[in-house]
């Protein structure tokens, strides 16, 4: 199986479930440079929740909370009351929803719902959508018959002033799942969507004296839809963080969201200047970078000191990353940015020191 036997054009948007979406967007367009485009609520005839669409480059989240007086009722409100804030939803644009959707059946994937045909004055989406880990689904989406702000039932806001940082588009999107449960999920993504295993990252690999994760790289035909899926390991103490992740999020989810920026030093500088909280990394990394980078003069790394950004290679060229503290309540989901130039890897260089900063922030939760 390959691309042409399950194309997808791209991550058509992630949707959040979260408790305010009135205080997510806030901090999306404050701290992180979105753009609320579109607006769904009882003003525009959706009565149970608010949505809001915002955008950044290509990258586009979706953020729903519950508007429903009995909350009980409503199934946003109880994933919440679940998970706390978290990803509902990886949406996926198709060709065809008839063809993926019917296909993706076909070969297991367990549905949510079949082809549905949304309308109005700008035209025509359809969608349909399956189950993946946890309570996640991936929707597939139809647009090309659509010329609105994002999707019917929206309606545009007026954007005053674009705030961009300099994301660009989702380079990656990673799921927890349990212990033994890395190899399933990584199989449901080869055999439905056709996916292949671009990396695999063993716990000897990955792994602190505390804490230790084994991870497969899933990645679509065309090499621009990674999903990277954590597993725990067993660690020499202690509690894996992935381990933390399940306990907390009452199950499988998604970890963390990768965006793309091509200047790093630009995004993360602005980010910081906003209030974004990102992982503190100790200043005797650096000291191991100027080792590995001596023969690179072209990397500011007393910048990326300065900045708290990580830096690794490989034989395809560097890539550049930095990942923020947990974004929502729960210590559950965080972003990165990353900044590739050549490499196409994940920072394994990196895993050490980003797992030894994490740990720092479990022990202070008294979660290690
Ligand atoms: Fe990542």
């Known amino acids: 199986m390959g691309a042409d036997d399950f194309p997808i054009l791209g991550i058509d948007y992630v949707h959040l479930y979260v408790e305010s979406a009135v205080k997510s967007v806030q901090n999306l367009s404050h701290l992180f440079g979105f753009d609320e485009v579109a607006y769904a609520g009882p ?5 149970s929740a608010l949505s809001h669409m915002l955008t950044q480059g290509n990258a ?10 009995e909350k009980v009722t409503s199934h946003i409100w109880r994933h919440v009351a679940r998970h706390g804030d978290g990803v509902k939803d990886i949406a996926l644009r198709v060709m065809s ?22 309308w109005d004055e700008h035209g025509m989406v359809r969608r349909a959508a ?31 002033q674009s705030r961009n940082m300099g994301l660009q588009a989702i380079d990656h999107i990673v799921g ?41 790289v899933m990645e679509d035909g065309s090499g621009n839809i990674k999903f990277p899926i954590n597993e725990p390991a067993i660690g020499k103490k202690g509690r894996s963080q ?29 980010m910081r200047a906003h209030g974004v909280k990102f992982l503190n990394i100790p200043q005797t ?47 559950t989901l965080f972003f990165e940015i990353i ?25 202070a939760r008294g979660a290690l």
């Open 242 to 270: 992935i381990q933390e992740y399940l306990d907390v999020y009452q199950g499988p989810g998604v970890q963390h969201i990768a965006f793309a920026t091509g200047n790093i030093i630009m995004t993360v500088s602005e």
């Open 130 to 160: 399956i189950h993946t880990y946890g309570d996640t689904f991936h929707s597939f989406v139809e647009r090309h018959e659509y010329h609105g702000p994002f999707m019917p039932g929206y309606r545009e806001v007026g954007v005053v």
């Open 285 to 331: 990394y650096y000291d191991d970078v100027r080792t590995r980078f001596a023969d690179v003069p072209e990397v500011d790394i007393d910048m990326l000191a300065r900045l708290g950004i990580l830096v690794d290679r490989d034989e395809d060229g560097f890539l550049f990353q930095i990942f923020t503290k947990h974004v929502v309540d729960r210590p």
């Open 176 to 216: 927890n799942v349990e212990l033994g449960q890395m190899n399933t999920w990584a199989q449901f993504y080869a055999d439905v969507m056709g996916f292949s295993n671009r990396v695999h990252f063993t716990d000897s690999q990955i792994s602190t004296e505390y804490s230790a994760l084994m991870s497969k």
């Open 339 to 363: 900044e590739r130039r050549g490499s196409r890897g994940f920072g394994l260089g990196n895993f050490k020191a980003l797992f030894e900063a994490i740990e720092r922030d479990q022990r």
């Open 97 to 118: 929803v008839e063809a993926a959707y019917r296909k993706a059946i076909e070969r297991g994937a367990r549905p949510v719902h079949g082809p549905i045909v949304l």
């Open 43 to 47: 003003e525009t005839g959706c009565h």
């Open 60 to 69: 586009r989240l979706v953020v729903t909370s519950s508007c429903e007086n």
